[in-house]
């Protein structure tokens, strides 16, 4: 089984910069998805020893395109809506143009690749990219600059959850059930951290949730920071964000030694995307 430790996010601040630096270095986080509107980026982008993806983002901050090319996915303020269900809610109008959503998450990739890195995955932020006709944007992109592997967030959670996290699941996993795999484009098997995140992003709780499980790839999708007096704040322009009071929750969480046991007893491999070869997986 080979696992898949991300962190999404990279880019937005320094926080989750030095909390990827610190965890792949604990031998936790395997890869990361860099967000190209963040304005820590080219710090971020400089990171070695881990795998990074692409965070595609059409929720939040500024557009990548300027305003007039993207401007059914803004606001009056030329800003992305910042609000999940804003954004839902117009994409389910038919008010957001799909063609401006492929150019937008074009260019993105093109920045970060601009900055010298090989993007090894795409996601989006709230994993938007799995929305109905999204998927085939990101699939065709994914083949357009040579990326092999797009997130599906699958997560099994139980049936009988109906709190946040258990309810975005059974959403997602609707829209998966909708999808069809972009060609030559790969999937992970199923992710794990969309309901179970924060407090309960633990070693124990990840080992009982693939019990019984005989699937190859699984990523494991995680938001931890390491803040430190002095930081700046979050983007203003980013709109309201809870992100910040998961960082060291999720930091601690992952820094937890169990990790290493737990992943031992699976029988386990911890990866990024690129070092999984398609005869690994055949």
Not at 17 to 23: D, G, H, Q
Request: proline share 6%.
């Amino acid at each position: 089984m080979f696992i898949i430790v991300n962190v999404d996010d990279l880019g937005l601040h320094p926080a989750v910069r030095r909390a990827v630096v610190a965890l792949s270095t604990e031998g936790i986080v395997t890869s990361s998805t860099l967000m190209a509107n963040g304005p820590d980026l080219e710090e971020s982008a400089r990171i070695g020893g881990v795998g990074l993806g692409v965070h595609m983002n059409v929720l939040r901050g500024r557009s990548v395109l300027q305003p007039r090319l993207v401007s059914s996915l803004l606001g009056d303020d030329d800003l992305f809506l910042g609000d999940y269900g804003k954004l839902m809610g117009r994409y389910f109008a038919g008010r957001v143009d799909l063609r401006q959503v492929e150019s937008e998450w074009a260019a993105q990739i093109e920045k970060i690749m601009d900055l010298g890195v090989r993007p090894t995955h795409l996601d989006s932020e709230k994993h938007i990219h799995a929305w109905p006709g999204m998927m085939a944007v990101a699939g065709r992109l994914a083949e357009r600059y040579g990326i092999r592997w797009v997130r599906r967030p699958r997560e099994c959670a139980g049936l009988l959850r109906f709190d946040k996290g258990g309810l975005r699941t059974k959403f997602l996993n609707v829209c998966a059930l909708m999808q069809k795999k972009p060609e030559a484009v790969s999937w992970p098997d199923r992710i794990w951290g969309i309901a179970d995140q924060g407090e309960r992003l633990l070693p124990d709780a990840f080992k009982e949730y693939m019990a019984g499980s005989n699937d190859r790839v699984v990523e494991i999708c995680c938001h931890p920071g390491d803040p430190q007096e002095g930081d700046p704040p979050l983007p203003v322009e980013f709109g309201a964000m809870r992100v910040g009071s998961q960082w060291s929750v999720e930091f601690d969480r992952l820094s937890d030694p169990r990790w290493r046991d737990v992943l031992r007893e699976m029988d386990a491999r911890l990866v990024h995307y690129g070092q999984i070869r398609p005869e690994d997986i055949e």
